[in-house]
């Protein structure tokens, strides 16, 4: 079962994945660029809901 919190990039609405997210997963990935976009990391993922990227189809798995 998918336990997943996803982002939403700002500029290009790529889905980011972030499997059981600790508060440094979360700190890294509000640094991160988008990987689609290029977009900058600051302030641009957006919290969007929790979710399963098995089955949302636009997988994009952080490490
Ligand atoms: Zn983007």
């Known amino acids: 079962m998918g336990n997943e919190v996803v982002f939403l990039c700002r500029?290009?609405?790529?889905?980011?994945f972030a499997e059981n997210p600790t508060i440094n997963t979360l700190k890294n990935?509000?640094?991160m660029d988008c990987p689609e976009c290029g977009e900058d990391g600051c302030h641009n993922?957006?919290?969007s809901h929790v979710g399963?990227?098995?089955?949302?189809?636009?997988?994009?798995?952080?490490?």
């Open 11 to 16: 500029k290009c609405n790529h889905h980011l």
């Open 29 to 31: 990935i509000s640094e």
């Open 45 to 47: 993922w957006v919290l």
């Open 52 to 63: 399963d990227s098995e089955k949302e189809k636009e997988n994009y798995n952080w490490k």
